[in-house]
Nanobody, 123 residues
Framework: QVQLVESGGGLVQAGGSLRLSCAAS????????MGWFRQAPGKEREFVAD????????RYADSVKGRFTISRDNAENTLYLQMSSLKPEDTAVYYC????????????????WGQGTQVTVSS
């Protein structure tokens, strides 16, 4: 059974940093794209960043470009999101997601999702 478990969320002041982690289990994710999405209160879930299977290609939402960095450690089956210069509008539940297509993109609706981790940025 595939499991994605996020950690690293919390409360931080504006301008601060957090590092999210996503531990994947149930299969080897080294050939699958992975990504981060977020959902703020009263809003729809939105794309944050994704990374291809090998880690060489990354994409970011315009709202986080230059402030967030996505990375992965395939040997550890772990995905990361380093968040810096955080703003109150970054407050949301952050979800880890993974594709089920080898060597493909993560797609608009990834096949696998974690339970989410809360990030709250105070002003």
């Amino acid at each position: 059974q595939v499991q994605l478990v996020e950690s690293g969320g919390g409360l931080v002041q504006a301008g601060g940093s957090l590092r999210l982690s996503c531990a994947a289990s149930g299969r080897t994710f080294s050939t699958y794209a992975m990504g981060w999405f977020r959902q703020a209160p009263g809003k729809e879930r939105e794309f944050v960043a994704d990374i291809n299977w090998g880690g060489g290609n990354t994409r970011y939402a315009d709202s986080v470009k230059g402030r967030f960095t996505i990375s992965r450690d395939n040997a550890e089956n772990t995905l990361y999101l380093q968040m810096s210069s955080l703003k109150p509008e970054d407050t949301a539940v952050y979800y880890c997601a993974a594709s089920d297509t080898p060597y493909g993109s993560i797609g608009l609706v990834p096949a696998y999702w974690g339970q989410g981790t809360q990030v709250t940025v105070s002003s």
